[in-house]
């Protein structure tokens, strides 16, 4: 039964206003929320090199340092009385080698002099070549 048989349907209007709005608002909390890097501060180009691999790998110099302030060079406990006498320790465990390289692995609770002193010290031996070893996280 149709009991609106003389009236005109009206047509369904859909208000796009609100949804524009709901949108804008989105799009402001991208514009906040996102973050932008980067990567390359200056642009550079690197020079190129075409050198051979070296004969034989620079001797490494292993120096321990424990969170208790213990130094040891290549497994060998030493102690520290002084950047000039540590110097001289790690020269005589260099063993006459031209450019050794110092691995300083310091615990993760070691004090920053500890390792200041352990640098300072290969810096009066005259070793400029110095990496740290860290291990990654499990």
């Known amino acids: ?3 609106r048989r003389g009236r005109a349907r009206e047509e369904p209007e859909i208000n796009l206003i609100p ?4 949108l804008i608002v989105v799009l402001i909390f991208l514009f906040l929320t996102t973050t932008y890097n980067r990567f390359a501060e200056l642009q550079i180009n690197l020079p190129e090199a075409s050198a051979d691999k070296a004969n034989q790998p620079p001797q490494v110099l292993a120096v321990a340092v424990d969170a208790t302030g213990k ?3 290549n497994g060998n406990a030493v102690p520290y009385s002084g950047a000039d006498a540590f110097a001289e320790r790690l020269r005589e465990a260099a063993k006459g080698a031209k450019e050794p390289v110092v691995a300083i692995s310091a615990d993760a609770h070691a ?3 500890s390792v200041i002193n352990v640098m ?4 009066i031996a005259g070793y400029n070549h110095i990496s740290f070893t860290t291990q990654t996280r499990r």
């Open 71 to 73: 130094y040891a060079i």
């Open 111 to 113: 004090t920053h002099q």
């Open 1 to 3: 039964m149709n009991f």
């Open 120 to 123: 300072e010290s290969a810096r």
């Open 19 to 22: 949804l524009i709005d709901i």
